[in-house]
């Protein structure tokens, strides 16, 4: 299983971004997928997750201002991220269990300006 992140950037604080991770196989054989984010000088943190359920699960911090979705068709989870603030800047990667065994991708970048 590859896991591929793309979508994220420089945006300023208030701002929104939208990082996409897309699989290589069909997400409906995923137990859930979730989006962690590791800071400069910060240990990698869970931030979102999606269950294969649909039930959903956020970091404190992030709640009220970041979605986490799914679109089955492209395979795709995306992380809408909305009212951005310095504190969000950080690497973002996709993690997903399939068959009992926990993928990554390599990340992408979200950069938030104050």
């Known amino acids: 299983v590859q896991l591929q992140a793309s979508g994220g950037g420089l945006v300023q604080a208030g701002g929104s971004l939208r990082p996409s991770c897309t699989a290589s196989?069909?997400?409906?054989?995923?137990?859930?997928i979730s989006w962690y984010r590791q800071g400069p000088g910060k240990q990698r943190e869970s931030v979102a997750t999606?269950?294969?359920?649909?039930?959903?699960n956020y970091l404190d911090s992030v709640k009220g201002r970041f979605t986490i979705s799914r679109d089955y068709a492209k395979n795709t989870v995306y992380l809408q991220m909305n009212s951005v603030k310095p504190e969000d800047t950080a690497v973002y990667y996709c993690?997903?269990?399939?068959?009992?065994?926990?993928?990554w991708g390599p990340g992408t970048l979200v950069t938030v300006s104050s």
């Open positions: 993690n997903a269990e399939y068959d009992s065994i926990r993928h």
């Open positions: 196989r069909s997400i409906f054989s995923f137990n859930y």
């Open positions: 999606i269950t294969s359920g649909g039930t959903t």
